[in-house]
Structure formats: C-alpha cells, structure tokens
C-alpha cells in the first residue's frame, strides 16, 4: 500500500461527458502529480501541484483541469470526453527530497481507469 | 528529443537467470535522479530502485541493482535470479533539478516475460 488513495477506480462514461478523479497522498506529502498511461503507453505528465499552487504543467488538454485542495488532496476533471481520453490516470506524490528527506520518489495510487465509450 | 529512451520493448528471460533491460537519458542538467519501476499486469506502479547524478556507487536494492554509465548517460537496471513474479512492464525515469520536486519523466518501458 503507498498510502495514495484514489477515486473511482473505475469509470465507463459517454462522449461529450464530464468526470472528476479524486486523490488523496501520502500523509505528509505536499506534491501531487498526475499521470495519464493510455493503453500499451508510458506515463505522460498531466500536472503538479505544490501545497495548493500549479508547480508544474504537462501535456494536459484544455478540456482537462485540476485543483489541489487546503487539506492537500487533489481533483482532476475532465470534460467534453473523447474516445482517446480513455485511459488508465495516476495520481502520485512524494515527499522532501535532500539529506533530511529522501530521494523524491513517487509513490503512486492505484489508478482511476476510465472508459469513454 | 526523449528525456528517456528504452529500446527493447520486449524482453524473455528464463527463470533464475539474469536480465538487463536498458535506459539512455538526456539531460544537460549535472543534477538528476534515475528511477526504476515495476508495472505488474495488475496496473500498480511499484517503485525499485534510485541513482543520484552525484552517487559515487551503483544503486542495488535486493535482486535489483543500476548499472549506472554516467559518460554514456545509461542506467539500465539488472535483476538477478529472475523470478516469475518477475513478469511486469519497467518503466526508467528521469527526474531533473534535484534541488526541486520537479515531475518524473518516463520512458515507454519494457516488457519483461520470465519464462519457467
């Protein structure tokens, strides 16, 4: 368990439709990152948040948005659905990284898969 | 250009044996991060092992060791005494400014089939 909770784990939506993927980290932690691993794929960045505040962007869509809340977790939304947003979306976080923290890894929730049919 | 290139998108080893899969990065920043995952056909991405651009030895970590070329900007990953269990897509990644929790970069990974 890497102590990264996400939800739903799965969804089967439609077309044209909005979805929102919700992530708790790591007790601590105040990055999150979200991934996107479409099928036979690697991991493409999405987006990252630093204790509230975008620290860094991705290939993340313009239809495609999040937010990280004051109590640290994080939604991603997704709207206006296409066939290709069909994936498997990750949602990570770590920890300090130096001497007095460790080497930065991510630990990854299990994984929201959506199906846009 | 890819941050992170691994060419083999498929590799078969016969169980008990050794098997290295390859990582090339790029990067022009002296500070950086190699990191390895595991991805069972279950989908969790489970974290191995960890090179510092600054670390003087070779990362291991149990059966899992880093075969860290600094000059040739390679860091494949050796498992020893390969298990079915073993049976997973790595994926090599690369973190840049150290200093930073900046995003992990990924490569499109290799699939590894442990033959019995």
């Known amino acids: 368990d890497s102590g990264v909770t996400q939800t739903p784990k799965h969804l089967i939506t439609a077309t044209g439709q909005r979805v929102t993927l919700r992530c708790s980290p790591r007790s601590g932690d105040l990055s999150v990152y979200w991934y996107q691993q479409s099928l036979d794929q690697g991991l493409q960045f999405l987006i990252q948040?630093?204790?509230?505040?975008?620290?860094a962007k991705g290939n993340i869509l313009e239809r495609f948005s999040a937010q990280q809340f004051p109590d640290l977790h994080s939604e991603l939304n997704l709207s206006s659905l296409e066939l290709g947003d069909s994936a498997l979306y990750f949602c990570?976080?770590?920890?300090?990284?130096?001497?007095?923290?460790?080497?930065?890894?991510?630990?990854f929730g299990e994984g929201s898969r959506l199906t846009v049919l | 250009a890819q941050k992170i290139t691994q060419t083999q998108p498929g590799m078969f080893v016969q169980e008990k044996e050794a098997v290295t899969l390859d990582c090339t990065y790029d990067t022009s920043d002296p500070s950086y991060g190699l990191f390895w995952y595991k991805q069972p056909s279950s989908g969790e991405m489970i974290f191995l092992i960890y090179?510092?651009?600054?670390?003087?030895q070779n990362a291991t970590e149990g059966r899992y060791s880093l075969n860290f070329q600094k000059a040739r900007k390679s860091a494949n990953l050796v498992i020893s005494a390969s298990q079915l269990g073993d049976s997973a897509m790595y994926f090599c990644?690369?973190?840049?400014?150290?200093?930073?929790?900046?995003?992990?970069?990924f490569g499109k990974g290799t699939r590894l089939s442990v033959i019995a």
């Open positions: 948040y630093y204790n509230g505040e975008e620290r």
């Open positions: 990570a976080s770590s920890g300090p990284i130096g001497i007095l923290g460790g080497t930065g890894e991510l630990f």
């Open positions: 990644a690369m973190r840049e400014e150290l200093s930073g929790n900046t995003p992990l970069v």
């Open positions: 090179q510092g651009s600054y670390d003087q």
